[in-house]
C-alpha cells in the first residue's frame, strides 16, 4: 500500500464516513453479548485444515474467503477475521493465520472484491466498505455453524470473535469498532494501520498494534494515533527500524515475536488466558528489535 494510497484511503474515509452503522452489526440474535465461554485454552497445536468459499458469488460484491481452521479435535473455537491490505490476498498471509489456527482459532480471511490483488475494478476508495464485508461474513459463519451438514457446524464459538488486518486491512479493523458493534467483537489487532472516523466507539474491546518505527508506507505516527484514542484496554508492540511488513514473513528476526505476541493477545482476549496475558510483555522477547507497551481501559 504506497503512501499516496494511503492518503486516498484517508481523505475518502474523511469524506464519505466508516462503513454505515448499520453495517456494524452482524444481523443476528442467537448469539448473546455475554461474557466468552468458559473453557481452558488449548495446550500444544493443532493439525490445520484449509477451506475456501465464496459468499454471494452471483452478487455486485461475491467474496471469496479463506478458512484456516483447527482439523484434529472436537469441541468449538474462537473466531478471528483477518483482513488483507491493498494489492494482496488472503492465502499471502498464511504464515501468520495457519499459525494461529494450529495454537486454536478459527481464522476467516476475505478477499475483497475490488482491492485484491487482481480485482476487477481495482480502487482504494471500496476500502470504507470492507467492514461490511466483514460483517457478511460473520452472518455467513453463523449459517455454516448451524447447518449439519456443514463439516464446520458446532466448531464456531461466535460469542468470542476478534478482528485482525494488516495495512488497508489494519484500516478496515479498526473500521469493524464503531459504534453499535456487537459486544462479541473483543478483540483487534491493528497492523501497519490505524483508525477511521468512528472507529474506536461501542462496546470496550482490547485493541494490540503492531507496527514498524520505521514504516514508510503508514508511518508509525498513525498506528500511534490510533493507539491513543483507543478507549478500551489497548498494548502497541513497536518493531524497531522496521518496514511496512516484512516482520510478517517466516524466517524473518520480527517474526517470532510478532507471531507470539498476536498469539497471546488472542489467547487472553478469546479464551479468558490470563497467564498468556501475563507473558505479553515479555513476548516481545528481543530488546534490539521490539518495544511492548500496554495500557488499561480509561
Keep these: 500500500m504506497g503512501a499516496g494510497r494511503l492518503i486516498a484511503v484517508l481523505v475518502t474515509a474523511l469524506l464519505a464516513g466508516c462503513a454505515p452503522a448499520s453495517a456494524v452489526a452482524d444481523g443476528s440474535t442467537a448469539a448473546p453479548d455475554g461474557p466468552p465461554s468458559a473453557r481452558r485454552a488449548p495446550e500444544g497445536s493443532y493439525t490445520v485444515g484449509v477451506r475456501t468459499l465464496t459468499l454471494d458469488p452471483r452478487s455486485a460484491r461475491p467474496l471469496p474467503v479463506t478458512i484456516w481452521y483447527p482439523a484434529s479435535a472436537a469441541g468449538r473455537f474462537p473466531v478471528v477475521i483477518y483482513s488483507h491490505g491493498l494489492d494482496s490476498r488472503p492465502e499471502l498471509h498464511a504464515g501468520l493465520t495457519a499459525r494461529w489456527a494450529a495454537?486454536?482459532?478459527?481464522?476467516?480471511?476475505?478477499?475483497?472484491?475490488?482491492?485484491?490483488?487482481?480485482?476487477?475494478?481495482?480502487?482504494?476508495?471500496?476500502?470504507?466498505?470492507?467492514?461490511?464485508?466483514?460483517?457478511?461474513?460473520?452472518?455467513?459463519?453463523?449459517?455454516?455453524?448451524?447447518?449439519?451438514?456443514?463439516?464446520?457446524?458446532?466448531?464456531?464459538?461466535?460469542?468470542?470473535?476478534?478482528?485482525?488486518?494488516?495495512?488497508?486491512?489494519?484500516?478496515?479493523?479498526?473500521?469493524?469498532?464503531?459504534?453499535?458493534?456487537?459486544?462479541?467483537?473483543?478483540?483487534?489487532?491493528?497492523?501497519?494501520?490505524?483508525?477511521?472516523?468512528?472507529?474506536?466507539?461501542?462496546?470496550?474491546?482490547?485493541?494490540?498494534?503492531?507496527?514498524?518505527?520505521?514504516?514508510?508506507?503508514?508511518?508509525?505516527?498513525?498506528?500511534?494515533?490510533?493507539?491513543?484514542?483507543?478507549?478500551?484496554p489497548a498494548a502497541f508492540l513497536s518493531l524497531l527500524g522496521q518496514d511496512h511488513g516484512a516482520y510478517l514473513t517466516p524466517?524473518?528476526?520480527?517474526?517470532?515475536?510478532?507471531?507470539?505476541?498476536t498469539t497471546d493477545f488472542l489467547r487472553r482476549a478469546l479464551y479468558d488466558d490470563q497467564a498468556a496475558g501475563a507473558r505479553l510483555p515479555a513476548d516481545a522477547g528481543t530488546p534490539t528489535l521490539t518495544r511492548y507497551e500496554s495500557r488499561p481501559a480509561r
Design 103 to 232: 495454537a486454536g482459532f478459527v481464522v476467516a480471511a476475505p478477499a475483497f472484491p475490488h482491492t485484491r490483488r487482481g480485482a476487477t475494478g481495482f480502487t482504494r476508495a471500496d476500502v470504507r466498505n470492507q467492514p461490511a464485508d466483514c460483517w457478511r461474513l460473520v452472518r455467513h459463519l453463523r449459517r455454516l455453524d448451524a447447518d449439519p451438514a456443514d463439516p464446520l457446524a458446532g466448531h464456531l464459538d461466535l460469542t468470542s470473535i476478534a478482528a485482525a488486518g494488516h495495512s488497508a486491512g489494519g484500516f478496515t479493523t479498526a473500521g469493524m469498532f464503531t459504534e453499535g458493534h456487537p459486544a462479541r467483537l473483543r478483540a483487534g489487532i491493528v497492523i501497519a494501520g490505524g483508525g477511521l472516523p468512528g472507529s474506536f466507539a461501542g462496546p470496550a474491546a482490547r485493541l494490540l498494534f503492531v507496527h514498524g518505527t520505521a514504516d514508510p508506507v503508514v508511518p508509525v505516527a498513525v498506528g500511534r494515533a490510533a493507539y491513543r484514542r483507543t478507549p478500551g
Design 251 to 261: 524466517g524473518h528476526p520480527g517474526f517470532g515475536p510478532v507471531l507470539t505476541t
